[in-house]
Nanobody, 116 residues
């Protein structure tokens, strides 16, 4: 069984920073890609950032230059450093893992609220 545990969400003022973490645990993980999606109220879920096992990264245009995704492969943990936060970044953030063995798995989500 695989478990993804997220942490680091919360309430922050516009212009502030938050760091999200997501740790994957379980057997036969064989993780390829780790990343973050988000879903704001009334909006579609969107990819925010991802990082591959080769450390290639992708960012949504809306967060480029403000967010940084990183990972600790030894700990099967992915991070999302969010700086210069805006009210429009308010959403539930979900981490995900793509495993070569198990496919895509999702975390439970963590709320990020940015007050203007």
């Amino acid at each position: 069984q695989v478990q993804l545990v997220e942490s680091g969400g919360g309430l922050v003022q516009a212009g502030g920073s938050l760091r999200l973490s997501c740790a994957a645990s379980g057997t036969s993980l064989s993780i390829n890609t780790m990343g973050w999606d988000r879903q704001a109220p009334g909006k579609q879920r969107e990819l925010v950032a991802r990082i591959t096992s080769g450390s290639s990264t992708y960012y949504a245009n809306s967060v480029k230059g403000r967010f940084t995704v990183s990972r600790d492969m030894a700990k099967n943990t992915v991070y999302l450093q969010m700086n210069s936060l805006k009210a429009e970044d308010t959403a539930v953030y979900y981490c995900y893992v793509y495993s070569n063995v198990r496919g895509t798995m999702w975390g439970q989500g963590t709320q990020v609220t940015v007050s203007s």
